[in-house]
């Protein structure tokens, strides 16, 4: 059965950084463009970044570039994302996609001083 599994997530100081993980089982990871979607309260889920199978090509929303960088590793069947100078407006929960069609539980995020 295709899972994934988020984890990373956690209270920061505004300006910090956090990296998340998401952790791919049950499908050919390889073969499918992942990416990081958040949700914060109140709020409709928008899209954060995507990352390419083969070419590792990546996109990012506007709000992110240049703060937020994701990455994949093939070989342990995970995706990241780095995240630096958080700012409280980043508060959310962050939900790993894969493009066969399935979201992680989500893990949150929490930018406060």
């Known amino acids: 059965q295709a899972q994934l599994v988020e984890s990373g997530g956690g209270l920061v100081q505004p300006g910090g950084s956090l990296r998340l993980s998401c952790a791919a089982t049950?499908?050919?990871?390889?073969?499918?463009?992942m990416s990081w979607y958040r949700e914060a309260p109140g709020k409709e889920r928008e899209w954060v970044a995507t990352?390419?199978?083969?070419?590792?090509?990546?996109n990012y929303a506007d709000s992110m570039k240049g703060r937020f960088t994701i990455s994949r590793d093939n070989a342990k069947n995970t995706v990241y994302l780095q995240m630096n100078s958080l700012k409280p407006e980043d508060t959310a929960v962050y939900y790993c996609?894969?493009?066969?069609?399935?979201w992680g539980q989500g893990t949150q995020v929490t930018v406060s001083s």
């Open positions: 990352i390419a199978t083969a070419s590792g090509n990546t």
């Open positions: 996609y894969a493009s066969l069609g399935i």
């Open positions: 049950g499908f050919v990871f390889s073969t499918y463009a």
